[in-house]
């Protein structure tokens, strides 16, 4: 299947089919062997649960899941491309940048008034249709708020700070700072990431080269070591917002939609937010890995 956005044709590489009821092209993901140990099937159960709970025009929407050979497949909407491949062919114009960074930030703040931290956001995970709708995809690291959480988390690109030192405490600031690295990846326009490090000593590096180094509090609060580098600034306003070392001060996905950079967004009135708070007690359950493919099934079979 092919599709052009902003006049580049994109052949679709994920693999779809057709809904035989609607005739409408759909994505399907698969995840191999999730059922081979208690691990894999909470992992896969919550994925299941999270695409399933979240109900957002800028999230990817889950239309249906099924049991194959042991394989779990989830069929969702198919867009064209992703955001990784859009940059890769050519610098976005400023209205493309403000549109999808808008989207972005409105997805974004859905997910976290829902209690979910992405943890994964990166332009490969950002899907992009012909005309330029928004959403987004691949909640596999998805975990709860403000939870003591392992380390091993997003592209190092589109790392906060704060995992590559601490490895476990941080909040919904983390996808903040994600997204503010793709946001200035799309102003720079240079179709690399904004913060190419090869490991994280470098990663550490081109940040401090950029924003200057960390407040020595603000280290002594995320971490145990200082990297001292020369000093620079940040010239654009809603991008220096987001890439704040100190993830107290990162503004929110809530207060982004709200920068005069998105004034032409507004309408006078602030949308409500109409979305429950994400249930992760499952989480702290120990179960078999049948039990756990009971529930995938029971949730299946209860997809509308």
């Known amino acids: 299947m092919d ?12 693999s779809s089919a057709t809904d035989s009821k609607t005739n409408q092209q759909r994505a399907i993901k698969k995840i191999a ?21 979240l109900q957002h025009e800028n999230i990817i929407c889950l239309k249906d899941a099924f049991l194959q050979n042991d394989d779990l497949y989830f069929v969702t909407e198919l867009l064209g491309a992703d ?5 890769s062919v050519k610098p976005l114009e400023p209205q493309y940048i403000k549109f ?9 703040r859905y997910v976290h008034q ?14 992009v249709n012909e005309n330029c709708d928004l959403k987004i995809c691949d ?27 601490t490895w476990q405490h941080y909040d919904k600031a983390v996808d903040l700072w994600s997204l503010g690295c793709i946001f200035g990846e799309m102003l720079e326009g240079k179709q690399k990431p904004l913060f190419p490090g090869k490991d994280h000593v470098d990663q550490f590096t081109f940040i401090a080269e950029l924003l200057g180094s960390p407040p020595i509090d603000v280290v002594q609060s995320i971490a145990s070591e ?22 107290k001060k990162r503004i929110t996905a809530k207060e982004a939609l709200e920068h005069p950079y998105f004034d032409e967004y507004k309408d006078g009135e602030e949308e409500e937010l109409n979305v429950a708070p994400f249930d992760w007690s499952f ?18 079979n209860n997809l509308q």
């Open 139 to 165: 909640f596999g690291l998805a975990r709860v708020s403000e939870q003591v959480m392992t380390g091993y988390v997003s592209t190092r690109y589109y790392r906060a700070p704060e995992i590559m030192l």
């Open 3 to 14: 599709v052009e956005i902003m006049g580049t044709t994109f052949h679709c590489p994920t």
């Open 226 to 247: 200082n990297m001292k580098v020369h000093i620079a600034n940040v010239d654009r306003d809603l991008l220096s917002k987001m890439l704040q070392w100190d993830p």
């Open 83 to 87: 955001l990784h491949r859009l940059l």
């Open 100 to 108: 999808f960074c808008f989207q972005m930030l409105h997805g974004l």
């Open 283 to 300: 989480m702290e359950q120990n179960i078999s890995t049948d039990e756990w493919k009971q529930r995938v099934i029971h949730v299946i």
């Open 33 to 53: 062997q999730p059922f081979t140990n208690p691990t894999l099937s909470k992992r896969a159960f919550r994925e299941l649960m999270l695409l399933a709970h």
């Open 114 to 127: 829902a209690g979910v931290i992405h943890r994964d956001l990166k332009p490969a995970n950002i899907l």
